[in-house]
């Protein structure tokens, strides 16, 4: 059965410091992979995605996300964290493969992004 | 742009009592899904509709029904609400079913619905 880890269920840092939200994975096959950002009493955004190719992917916002088969994970990134980055993101995984596939969401991780 | 739009955002239901959460997109998506979210576990899905004139169940459709009114409307109805059904219920589309492709998908802002 697919799953997706977020291991922290909250991350805080300081304004203008780099932040990294992790996320591991298991899935049967290769993944595609997503991230999303939900802002309070909101819907989830979509933010990036990986498909195949380069391991550094680039989204909204600034944000990016680094794909790393050996170890499962596909962690989002950003150099310079903004107040206005505090939110709750997730992670979301399916397998890559023909058929329909269950999409699988991560529980979620609290940034909280202190001035 | 409005995008998904889901009515209405709050509600209080009675054990028993039933209701029906609307939601409808204007980016001509041919798919449209029904979330619940509940704390610690993440997005559950609960009915999907990968194009107009279908639907099929997710992974915890027990105690809920769905209608795919035409391409833009697809409606959850919850027949006799219990208590365990209380949750932030989101609704979602998608220009290709996102079960079958890699595409994201776009949300709504949520429906806030309590059981008492």
């Known amino acids: 059965a697919q799953s997706v880890a977020q291991p922290e269920d909250q991350v805080n840092v300081a304004e203008g410091n780099p932040l990294t939200v992790k996320c591991t994975y298991s899935?049967?096959?290769?993944?595609?992979l997503f991230w999303y950002v939900q802002y309070p009493n909101r819907g989830l955004q979509f933010l990036l995605k990986?498909?195949?190719?380069?391991?550094l992917v680039k989204g909204s916002y600034g944000f990016e996300a680094e794909f790393n088969k050996s170890q499962t994970s596909f962690h989002l990134k950003k150099p310079s964290a903004l107040v206005s980055d505090s939110a709750l993101y997730f992670c979301?995984?399916?397998?890559?493969?023909?058929?329909?596939?269950?999409?699988?969401f991560g529980t979620g991780t609290k940034l909280q992004v202190i001035p | 742009n409005a995008g998904v739009t889901q009515t209405p955002k709050f509600q209080v239901l009675k054990t028993g009592q039933s209701m029906t959460l609307q939601c409808a997109q204007d980016?001509?998506?041919?798919?449209m899904y029904w979330y619940r979210q509940d704390p610690g576990m993440g997005l559950r899905l609960i009915y999907y509709?990968?194009?107009?004139?279908?639907?099929d169940k997710g992974e915890v459709p027990n105690g809920y029904n769905v209608s795919r009114l035409n391409k833009r409307e697809f409606s959850l109805r919850l027949e006799s609400a219990a208590p365990s059904q209380t949750s932030v219920y989101f609704c979602?589309?998608?220009?290709?079913?996102?079960?079958?492709?890699?595409?994201?998908?776009?949300f709504g802002d949520g429906t806030r619905l309590s059981i008492l």
């Open positions: 979602a589309s998608s220009d290709r079913p996102v079960l079958a492709s890699n595409q994201p998908q776009h």
């Open positions: 509709s990968a194009s107009e004139g279908t639907t």
């Open positions: 980016m001509n998506h041919n798919s």
């Open positions: 899935v049967s096959g290769n993944p595609y």
């Open positions: 979301a995984v399916r397998p890559n493969s023909g058929g329909y596939q269950k999409v699988t």
């Open positions: 990986y498909i195949t190719g380069d391991n």
